[in-house]
């Protein structure tokens, strides 16, 4: 039985995450998914998909539209190839195993970007981001790092406005694929509906503060929270 007192400090988490992708463009998942395994696993992945899909909702609605839509549509349809393996990975797999094998190709990427192999947003790239989120996203709710990766060197707003998109059409690919294997559970939906006033203060409190972010910081910070997500992954599996 989840406390629901749990659920409330939670909250916290989901605030501070939703306040780094507002600024960002992705990171919320990568904040909340450590705190939500170890004080609450029963609610993972749907809980955290469920503000998956409402932070971008808020994003779209309030802030410019500036969207890579060619770019976006193969990752979207590279994404929907493979959310049935995030959906078996769920059913048969630890998440411990999941944690590792997402955090190792995280990490890989970001050495791969700093590198001469330079990671440009272009069609094979986005197909590539896709795919792997497709199974990431699914399983651990962690999916925007690779598609930030391939976009870290656009604008700042089309890389938020292009995230926001993929997240909101990636997290009702999750949810329903979840929904149909019965991996969707009515307190997923709830935790997730509780947590809105979290999320919506979390975008309030960042709106004045992202505007602060160029094209270069932008990059970096993607970079390092790219770093922030592959370490936190393997933290959780091997502590945790």
Same mark, same amino acid.
Do not use: K
């Given at each position: 039985?989840?406390?629901?007192?749990?659920?409330?400090?939670?909250?916290?988490?989901?605030?501070?995450?939703?306040?780094?992708?507002?600024?960002?463009? =992705?990171?919320?998942?990568?904040?909340?998914?450590?705190?939500?395994?170890? $004080?609450?696993?029963?609610?993972?992945?749907?809980?955290?998909?469920?503000?998956?899909?409402?932070?971008?909702?808020?994003?779209?609605?309030?802030?410019?539209?500036?969207?890579?839509?060619?770019?976006?549509?193969?990752?979207?349809?590279?994404?929907?190839?493979?959310?049935?393996?995030?959906?078996?990975?769920?059913?048969?797999?630890?998440? #411990?195993?999941?944690?590792? $094998?997402?955090?190792?190709?995280?990490?890989?990427?970001? $050495?791969?970007?700093?590198?001469?192999?330079?990671?440009?947003?272009?069609?094979?790239?986005?197909?590539?981001?896709?795919?792997?989120?497709?199974?990431?996203?699914?399983?651990?709710?962690?999916?925007?790092?690779?598609?930030?990766?391939?976009?870290?060197?656009?604008?700042?707003?089309?890389?938020?406005?292009?995230?926001?998109?993929?997240?909101?059409?990636?997290?009702?690919?999750?949810?329903?694929?979840?929904?149909?294997?019965?991996?969707?559970?009515?307190?997923?939906?709830?935790?997730?509906?509780?947590? /809105?006033? =979290?999320?919506?203060?979390?975008?309030?409190?960042?709106?004045?503060?992202?505007? #602060?972010?160029?094209?270069? #910081? /932008?990059?970096?910070?993607?970079?390092?929270?790219?770093?922030?997500?592959?370490?936190? /992954?393997?933290? #959780?599996?091997?502590?945790?």
């Amino acid at each position: 039985m989840i406390s629901w007192w749990v659920v409330l400090g939670l909250g916290l988490a989901l605030f501070v995450g939703a306040l780094v992708q507002s600024m960002i463009g =992705f990171g919320m998942a990568v904040v909340a998914v450590p705190f939500v395994v170890v $004080a609450a696993p029963d609610l993972m992945p749907g809980a955290v998909l469920v503000t998956s899909f409402t932070l971008p909702v808020v994003q779209l609605a309030l802030a410019p539209l500036d969207t890579a839509w060619r770019e976006l549509g193969w990752a979207l349809l590279a994404r929907l190839v493979t959310t049935p393996l995030g959906v078996a990975a769920v059913a048969l797999l630890s998440t #411990r195993v999941i944690s590792v $094998a997402v955090a190792v190709l995280i990490l890989v990427t970001v $050495a791969t970007s700093l590198t001469t192999i330079e990671v440009r947003m272009n069609a094979r790239n986005a197909v590539a981001a896709g795919a792997i989120a497709g199974v990431s996203g699914t399983a651990t709710s962690i999916g925007g790092p690779f598609l930030a990766l391939v976009l870290q060197h656009e604008r700042p707003e089309r890389i938020r406005s292009t995230l926001a998109v993929f997240f909101l059409l990636g997290a009702v690919m999750a949810i329903g694929s979840l929904g149909l294997a019965g991996e969707f559970t009515r307190e997923q939906l709830v935790a997730g509906l509780v947590w /809105l006033p =979290f999320i919506g203060a979390g975008y309030a409190v960042a709106s004045p503060l992202r505007h #602060r972010l160029d094209g270069e #910081r /932008l990059r970096r910070s993607v970079l390092t929270f790219c770093v922030v997500a592959g370490v936190s /992954l393997v933290v #959780r599996a091997l502590v945790f």
